[in-house]
Every structure is written in C-alpha cells, then in structure tokens.
C-alpha cells in the first residue's frame, strides 16, 4: 500500500510503500477512498504544532472509506463493505488505515463519501466548541471569524443549526457570499476598517454572546470587544499565523471568559463523550442539517498541489486526497 510519510521536517513529504495494513483486536480495516487536508494536517507535516510525533509517520486526520477486513473482537458494528468515516491525529493519508471499530461512524446510505471525509475534524471542532465549551444556547448571536475556512464555514452551518443568530466574518464578496449560502444571518467583511461597529450594531444592546476565533492575530482582540456581558471566546486555532492576546481587564469589564477549544485532547480525555459528539455531527450530515463544500479531489501522487489549493485564501472548500487513484 502506498502512503504519504514525513521522515524529516525540512524534506516534507514522501510518498512510500508500506506492506498492508494489518488489524489488530478490536479494529477494522479501511480502504481508504478520500481524506481531507486541513490546516491541522499541514502544520503537523511541517513541525509546526505543539505536539511532534516520533518520525517517520503518515499524515492525515480525516478519511472515509470501505471496510475491507474485519479484526478479531471487532464483529458487530461494522461488516466488510460498510461505508465508514473516522478521524485520527495522524495515520490517514494512507490506502489502508486500521482503526478501533467503535470510532468510527456509518456513512448515510444518500451521503457522498467526499463529504463524509471531511465531517470529523472541522464539524467535530465546531460542535465541540460551540455547544460542550460554549454552551451555545438557541436564540445567541455567535460571531464566526474566518467564516469560509474549513472550521469556519462548520461552525456557521452549526451554530445556524443550534437556533443561534449567526453574524460571520470574511474577507471580500465571494467569501460573504459563501458564508450567507453556508446560513449565515449576517455578514461582515474583515477588510472594512470599520467591521468591529459594525458586528456591535449587527448584535444589537445586548451584544455577541459567543466568538468563534480559529484565526487568531489581531482579530482576537477586536472580536472580544464585541462581546457583551457574560460572553464566551472560544479559541480554536491561530489561521492568521499569530497567537492573539488580549488586556486583562477586558474579560472583568465584560465578565467575559476565554475558552481554549482541542479537539485532539478531547479525544484523548474524554473518548466515550467524543464519541457521542461525533455521532450527533454523523445524525446532522445524515439530515441533511449540515454540507462540507468540497473545492478539489486530487491523486495523493499531487499533494503538493493539494497543499497548494488547501492554503490559498480564495480556495472556498475542502482539498480532498484520493488515496486509491
């Protein structure tokens, strides 16, 4: 099986022959038909997150795929030829991934496989912030920055979900565009000088009940100025390439609070309530509540174009590797 590997930061990858996947107890084997490259995906790959795994090692997060061989203690939940998708720290840029059996969650039979590639990490992130961190309650307004990014355009169509009011932010037409077809209510251009007035005029007296930041930088700040009292700032990720800060003081004139929002370590701590999350991010895709925006489909062989796509701000959707191509 062919597999895309880091064996050393400054290199990047390589795309090796492995000898096929073999289950162990408890697991299944996925042929793996498509996987999403995510801002999470290229920054590991490059040394660039807090946390390094031991090289050589194969990148990916998110996969869909067949189950094609069963392990031992792993009969039930799934048979060979089940559509599947499942999310992992890294291991899915692969053609075949074994994985526990009991994370993974059925593809909807109307579901494209493309878009069950790309549900675990950015809709996990969201729900995960949004409703367990931010205790989003139906009738909020949320402020979305980078609205049309991967978590961004989940969190949009989440909070939307949820019965929040959702004010999103992005940069130019096309983006706003997309964030209102996404369900935003609102929408504001971070390129106007003026977008902070213009989300406090948006949110009304009572001000933003809850920032949904993945971008970080300067944003944060004035995003948390929006806030009215009693506000959350969840902190996702830092997509402008800086790590925000803010004065003190505001959070106690806003009786505001900053949440730190990991999915990974989630995870980790607590499985058995992830696992439940992402079957409730598995029962909204299968209604027809929530959509990735696919952009790319491209060969594993052309993951440098993939990289390419996948961290050029006007690419509006998802970059997909398609393993077995």
């Known amino acids: 099986m062919q597999a895309l590997r880091v064996h050393d930061f400054a290199e990047g990858l390589r795309l090796d022959e492995l000898p096929d996947a073999a289950p162990g107890p408890g697991e299944l084997r996925v042929r793996v038909q498509a996987c999403g490259v995510s801002f999470f995906d290229m920054l590991i790959s490059r040394g660039g997150y807090q946390w390094r795994p031991p090289l050589p090692f194969t990148v990916g997060s998110e996969f869909a795929g067949v189950v094609d061989l069963v392990g031992e203690g792993a009969e039930g939940r799934f048979a060979v ?3 599947v998708w ?3 720290s890294i291991g899915a840029w692969t053609q075949q ?3 526990p059996a009991d994370t993974l969650q059925a593809v909807a039979p109307q579901a494209s496989i493309d878009e069950a590639a790309v549900l675990a990490m950015p ?3 969201a729900l995960y912030a949004l409703r ?3 205790q989003l309650r139906a009738g909020e307004t949320v402020l979305v920055l980078g609205a049309t990014g991967s978590v961004g355009h989940a969190a949009v169509q989440l909070a939307a979900a949820l ?3 959702v004010i999103a932010a992005a940069t130019g037409a ?3 565009a997309a964030a209102r077809e996404a369900g935003a209510h609102e929408v504001v251009d971070l390129a106007d000088e003026g977008w902070k007035d213009r989300v406090k005029a948006l949110a009304g007296a009572r001000g933003v009940d809850v920032v949904f930041d993945p971008v970080g930088g300067a944003a944060m700040d004035t995003a948390f100025r929006t806030l009215g009292w009693g506000g959350r700032h969840l902190v996702v990720g830092f997509a402008s390439g800086q790590i925000g800060s803010l004065r003190g003081n505001l959070s106690i004139v806003k009786g505001a609070s900053l949440v730190g929002v990991d999915l990974r370590q989630f995870r980790e701590k607590e499985p058995a309530a992830a696992t439940r999350l992402l079957q409730d991010v598995a029962a909204l895709h299968r209604d027809g509540r929530i959509a990735p925006r696919i952009a790319a489909r491209l060969p594993m062989q052309r993951h440098a174009e993939a990289y390419a796509l996948a961290q050029d701000r006007r690419t509006l959707g998802r970059v997909l590797l398609l393993p077995s191509t």
């Open 81 to 83: 030829g089940d559509r």
């Open 86 to 88: 499942g999310s992992t």
């Open 97 to 99: 991934l074994c994985v």
């Open 123 to 125: 809709y996990g992130t």
């Open 132 to 134: 367990e961190r931010g």
């Open 163 to 165: 019965g929040a009011r």
């Open 174 to 176: 096309a983006k706003g």
